[in-house]
């Protein structure tokens, strides 16, 4: 179990809340890992009491828990540990209430699940009103920013109360099983490492496919676009973990410091190797125009990138990247393509005896290595690929089943005061720093993104950026 914690959620009746924090907070409350003194308290502009925030997370709870894991009397429990305060952000009502509900010696933690807008006033009065101290937490959530300069002064109004040891800026990519389990195949073992550079690995593809489409996110979306939305911090976040140098120790600053220097690493990317995508109607489906309820919109829905990181170990190497709505399948993965054997010994050499290891984020979160072995029977020495494959699910038994979410894990770090899955405000501002010019780009060119099919594989101007190279994508299934 976590330590004794008070949690404040601001923006505790808002979406994210609702589908990921409250579920998360009870399931690990299922687990065992949130002691029963702990408490949870809401806070939101509606003037709700206790009794009908509670419901609230009864709700929350009854739609996005799995029914297996719903047990009343647990629920019961842990509903009688949420408090609720009717809170101004930006003025005084609520503040002497929420400071009257914090208890000494627990660890204090406040949720800033609001408008990027509101962190300063938040921050600002967290401090005015002595509710938080030099031990606090404060989380924060995307978007982190829109630009460099929104994020730098993002990061200055945090810093002007909190110092940077507080700060958690939530990616939930990296609370992944899997992607975690990246640092560990990669920095645990022997086998890959000694090949996990340019000399032998032939390029890198990370794909993040959806199948759904901006789900009511419109007005956000529109003025984000894929390459903010997913490419300036999961994607770029995912790059990393394969593209670092091994950290001295798995130590927040250590892995961070790593990361740091492959985002500074990246080259720019000129226009010919990026391919913008934007999902058409079809049969009764409304396509992107629609959904985003601007008939002008020239934003981006899907986007594929060949990134370059310009360093010692990745030179001639490139990593690309793709990410898109309404898509043929839901299918995250990370695709290393290793060279082909210098030399081939066997007749039958049909050019593809290239070893793969694919990382699957989701569905089925595992491992799968190609490798080719001789085509089983008495047809002479002919050759086959066969997958090596590792369903975490499957190898970790029941453990395996209960894989927690990428938010019940990121908060339950934050109450034991690990940063590690966490961006720090330099990383952010360099992640921008590098998607700036490709936008601004955009923009001075008046870019009009390509129409796909929903339900395609994107553009066909996508497969281009690899044919050209003579390579292709993986299947998006
Ligand atoms: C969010 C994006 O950060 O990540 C969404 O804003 C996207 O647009 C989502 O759908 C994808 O997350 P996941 O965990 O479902 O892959």
Redesign the pocket.
Known sequence: PVEVFDLVIFGATGDLANRKILPGLYRRYLSGQIPPECRIIGAARSAMDVPEFRNMVRAAIAEFVAAEKRDDAVIEAFISQIDYVAIDAKGEGGWSELKALMRPGVVRAFYFSVAPALFGDLAERLHLHAIADAQSRIVVE?PFGRDLASARALNETLAAHFSEAQIYRID??LGKETVQNLMAVRFANILFEPLWNAQYVDHVQIT?A?T?GVEGRGAY?DKSGAMR??VQN?MMQLLCLIAMEPPYHFDPDAVRDEKLKVIRALQPVPPEDIVRGQYLGAKGTPGYVADSENPDTKTESYVALKVQVANWRWQGTPFYLRTGKKLRGRA?EIAIIFKEPPHSIFDDAKGWHENVLVIRL?PNEGMNLSVMIKEPGPGGMRLTQVPLDMSFAEALGEDGADIPD?YERLIMDVIRGNQTLFMRGDEVEAAWAWTDPIIEGWEARDDKPRGYDAGSSGPEDALMLMHRDGRRWREIR
């Open positions: 995307k939930h990519y993040v959806e759904v979306y939305d997913m999961h995250s989701q990428a």
